[in-house]
């Protein structure tokens, strides 16, 4: 074989190589944990301090998502497969415990306020 050849051959294999290890990565597994705290809200104290030192950690692992929201009044999850399009909310308020089993549609009614929802990023 001939050196150019032999030359090429390994200077290919080299970029595939390194597009490999810089190329993006599909994510399996996420957890995100969030901290909440209500600055302020003029319309109704007693709302933004019953939830200010509330938790939210939301985890997606593969077509599986689970959203918990814990805070003094009392805790929410929401587990929710994007392949079926069903899932179900927990609820746990003032000791009562309340399971709502949801189709495709369900979620979708409920996150329309959230359909057009736009982040804007600024130097703050």
């Known amino acids: 074989m001939n050196i150019v050849k032999k030359i090429v051959i390994i200077f290919l294999g080299t970029c595939c190589f390194f597009y490999e290890a810089i190329s993006q990565k599909v994510l399996k597994e996420l957890t995100l944990n969030y901290n909440i705290s209500i600055e302020s809200v003029d319309e109704d104290p007693a709302l933004s301090k019953s939830l200010d030192g509330a938790t939210l950690s939301v985890s ?21 497969d994007s392949k079926t399009g069903k899932g179900f909310i927990l609820k746990e308020y003032s000791g009562q415990k309340l399971m709502i089993t949801m189709n495709r ?15 804007n990023i600024d130097n703050k």
């Not at 599986?64 to 009044?73: K, N, P, Q, V």
């Not at 979708?108 to 057009?116: D, E, S």
Request: glycine share 6%; no cysteine; proline share 0%.
């Open 60 to 80: 997606i692992k593969g077509s599986d998502s689970r959203a918990d929201m814990i805070s003094s009044l009392g805790s929410e999850s929401n587990l929710y």
């Open 105 to 119: 549609e369900n979620w979708m009614q409920k996150n329309k306020y959230f359909q057009n929802l736009k982040f």
